[in-house]
């Protein structure tokens, strides 16, 4: 059975699951990431409509990445033009944040590469990676 891991990522940047879990395939992974987004984001929607989880292989291959605001309890009252506007909203707010953990990456990789070029010792990681 294939195993999926299921990485949160959020304004930090990723925690990856170090674990995963064993399902029969891509359709059950989909269901078990939905039931995990609804249970980390009760009572705190407004917060995590931007979170995702990102689904991966035992390769590290990502099989989909779910929006926490596409499966959002708390916007099935609403229109369906405003739901779509909602969910574009948190899908460029994820985008954004993605940016700005890659230039707080890129940024912390020039200061390694200064301090190299100084003699100086500097080890850095980001999302449990080596820079």
Request: proline share 5%; glycine share 6%.
């Amino acid at each position: 059975m294939p195993r999926y891991f299921f990485n949160l990522k959020d304004r930090q940047g990723v925690t990856r699951d170090m674990e995963g879990m064993e399902l029969p395939d891509e359709s059950s992974a989909r269901g078990h990431a939905c039931d995990v987004a609804r249970e980390l984001m009760k009572n705190r929607e407004r917060q995590t409509g931007w979170w995702r989880i990102a689904t991966c292989d035992m390769q590290g291959v990502l099989c989909f990445e779910l929006l926490f605001a596409s499966v959002d309890p708390s916007l099935s009252h609403l229109p369906p033009e405003t739901r779509a506007s909602v969910e574009d909203v948190c899908q460029k707010t994820a985008s954004l944040n993605d940016t700005i953990n890659q230039v707080r990456r890129t940024l912390s990789q020039v200061r390694g590469t200064m301090a190299r070029s100084d003699g100086a010792p500097y080890v850095i990681a980001s999302d449990g990676v080596r820079l």
